[in-house]
């Protein structure tokens, strides 16, 4: 089955965390699954990207063979959660971690010249299109910057990585009208059910 991806898929609030966060329950072994199981999601996800990410990349996303460079966008994803869930929790950057993300990361744009990236437009001139790995790679190493490091949290409903881009950090979900209401709406049925429980006993 193709995934709709909506404006939902894309809350990690940059484009790096919107790709870590396409392994759906990743804390969870028994119901966690990998959206890019089928490389074919993978030039969707990045045609869908273009849109939502365009303010954070300037410049349409290319995937030129699927089944190519799969193993490297997932390598880079999984090094990119290991590296940065942990400061999203509160806790220090890992050396080790530190190590297997900046190698993933010049596997994806080794060699990229179309990159030509600047002070102005990091992610390269606008409007021509960029490889999807490359834009991946970039928007991850940007994740190092203090800025965007204190900005990384874990929406406690399902898990996903994002940045909290409000002035005062109080951002609690990835996506209030979805994990926030979800949370609300299970509040509200053991609220009311304990006040049955009360009444009928
Ligand atoms: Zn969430």
Redesign the pocket.
Known sequence: MTVAWTAHRF?GGILALDTTNTVVLRCDPARRFDRFDDPAEIPRFAAAASIFRRPEIGRPLAVADAEAVASTVRALRESTDALFRRPAAGKGLEAGAMAGFLRDCATAIDGREELHASADAPFGPPDKPLAFEVAFAVSALSLLLPANLKRLKI??????L?LDKSRNLSRL???MS??GNRTKARHHYRRTRMQREKTDG
């Open positions: 809350s929406c406690p409903n399902c898990g996903w994002f979900w990835c996506d979805v994990c």
